[in-house]
């Protein structure tokens, strides 16, 4: 099948970490696959057998914390039955030769997000939302605070089996970690190499880059106008704090980062005045994401500054954010074997579908 004359075929570059690659083909799209399934949402407010539903608070393992309260709580804490990381031992790591390992210290903690148990993010009030993040930012602060060991939390959400999702009543999750994990090491490092060189945040300059860059690229043989950049064309929601962005080079057809558009390199230290207008862009975010892909399956999961000495100078570098990535297709061999994604549909196709939306 050849290449339709409108169709995009090129490897781009992510810029924050360039050694991260995304091949556009919207020709592939044509082709016959099968895709991620599309959940077929039941939005039962309780369910019996649900450990998660209010009621069934025994079966879980104790309450962390509960807000407002343990008798009437909206979002509440919990360890995680199955860890990935606990600190139930103590035993020292190995190192012999080539093999090395680092004891698997650190927490593991669910965060139920409401006691409404098939409620989904984009239908949560916006005072909701805001209290669940500040809940996230409170208890990111008390679990580096316990223990100088923890130089990395990770703050996540997986909605669906295909992303992961073993319950269905809305959750996320809390991992605490005595390393930085390798993506984000990777960001910290070429963002510090930016501002180095630039002495700028990267992160800042690429909103400010969809904010104010416009180009029009002209074919050099015929005259023809190639592509044109318009000004905003990546924006998908702004607000008086937050702005959210769809990558030039998105690794998900359907992916939106959400970012202070001040700089801002820790989570912890954001405002609750701001968290109102983070949770209002998210909210209305996930509502054109609704509406374009409803169903999807998708993670979220929430990128800020490290502890400790890992990342000691980057608070003028690193920019924290919301990474959304729907998963509506599965990756393939080629994907898992060079580690380049794979995107059928273009990102500026897919943000002007989404600004198309009237969220409210």
């Known amino acids: 099948m050849s290449d339709t004359e409108d169709s995009v075929r090129e490897i781009r570059i992510n810029p924050i970490v360039p050694s991260e690659s995304v091949l556009v083909a919207t020709a592939r799209g044509m082709r016959p696959r099968d895709a991620e399934e599309r959940i077929e949402r039941k939005a039962e407010a309780h369910v019996e057998k649900c450990p998660f539903c209010t009621g069934n608070e025994d079966k879980t393992p104790p309450t962390i914390l509960a807000v407002p309260d343990e008798q009437h709580w909206q979002i509440r804490i919990v360890e995680n039955l199955y860890p990935v990381l606990g600190d139930d031992r103590n035993a020292a ?3 012999f030769g080539l093999q090395q390992a680092i004891e698997g210290y650190g927490r593991h903690e669910v965060i139920i997000d409401h006691n409404n148990h098939g409620i989904a993010i984009h239908e949560m009030e916006v005072a909701h939302l805001q209290t669940l993040f500040q809940t996230y930012r409170g208890r990111m602060k008390q679990l580096y605070d316990s223990d100088e060991r923890l130089h990395y939390v990770l703050i996540f959400k997986n909605f669906g089996a295909a992303a992961g999702a ?10 605490a970690m005595p390393v930085v994990p390798e993506n984000v090491y990777n ?5 510090r190499n930016y501002y180095l060189k630039h002495h700028q945040c990267i992160f800042c300059a690429m909103i400010d880059e969809a904010l104010t860059f416009e180009a029009t690229i002209y074919d050099r043989n015929s005259g023809e106008i190639r592509r044109r950049i318009d000004v905003g064309q990546y924006v998908i929601e702004r607000g008086e704090k937050f702005i959210a962005i769809k990558p030039f080079a998105s ?14 390199s820790d989570f912890i230290n954001s405002a609750d005045e701001d968290m109102e207008d983070f949770a209002r862009v998210l909210k209305r975010t996930m509502k054109r994401l609704d509406h374009v892909i409803g169903g999807a399956q998708y993670n979220f999961f929430l990128h800020s500054q490290p502890h400790g000495t890992a990342c000691a100078d980057c608070a003028p570098s690193y920019h924290w954010h919301l990474e959304i990535c729907p998963r509506t297709s599965i990756p393939t061999g080629f994907e898992l074997g060079s580690g380049l994604f794979v995107s059928t549909i273009s990102p500026e196709d897919a943000a002007a579908q989404l600004r198309a939306v009237e969220p409210d």
């Open 93 to 95: 790591g190995i190192n």
């Open 166 to 175: 073993s319950i269905k009543h809305t959750h996320s999750q809390i991992i």
């Open 187 to 191: 960001e910290i490092t070429h963002s």
């Open 251 to 264: 690794r998900y057809e359907w992916e939106v980062h959400i970012l202070p558009l001040q700089h801002q």
